[in-house]
């Protein structure tokens, strides 16, 4: 079966497609598919296990040829999901899947307000910034948060006149967001990680 994951809280959705597929899974890059291999991810045999197979797709509606194609695996015996940052309605292949029934779910970024001078606080107590932190962790998102930290950053440096210490900071956020998108560590352990951290350099 196919389940379609999108939204911009990916922490939820991350929650949901590990509900849905388990621990182990395989990972596939969905801009990077070709249209030739979409019978073997769909349809093949696992390697090592002739059974069920587990698989993750990431932003396969980036590559409009192979999304189109989707419904013509609609039921592969496999457990598949399709993990999207954003999916456009508009996009033909969308509209097909939706009007085949495939299940979509939705993930939005809860309505509140962002945690405002969170790297200050870190700055003079990166415990007590990690704990103000966890109070709303469930209501904020580690992408953005890492997004607010920056202005924060970019903020303290235009009022310190360029100070040593305020662009290692911002060194250490690009750092951080790199990280975030290839590391295989949960992004909000990142986040906490640089939080302790920045204010002991």
Known sequence: MIKIFYGENRKKAEEAIKRYIGQKYEVFDGE???????????????????????????????????????????????DVAIWEMKLDARLSGTK?????????????????????????????????????????????????MVGLLVSDAIRNLQNSGGRSCDRRVLKRLAELDRHMKTSAIEPWILVKGFLLEVGKE
């Open 32 to 78: 990077k598919i070709s249209t030739d291999d979409l019978p073997t991810i769909f349809l093949g045999a696992s390697l090592f296990d002739t059974g069920k197979r587990q698989i993750l797709i990431k932003n396969l509606s980036e590559n409009s040829e192979a999304w189109g194609k989707v419904l013509d695996y609609k039921d592969t015996e496999h």
């Open 96 to 144: 097909l899947l939706r009007n085949a029934g495939i299940a979509m779910e939705e993930f939005k970024n809860p309505s509140t307000k962002p945690l405002f001078g969170l790297l200050n606080l870190a700055l003079r107590d990166g415990e007590a910034a990690v704990r103000e932190l966890e109070k709303r962790e469930d209501e904020q998102d580690p992408y953005l």
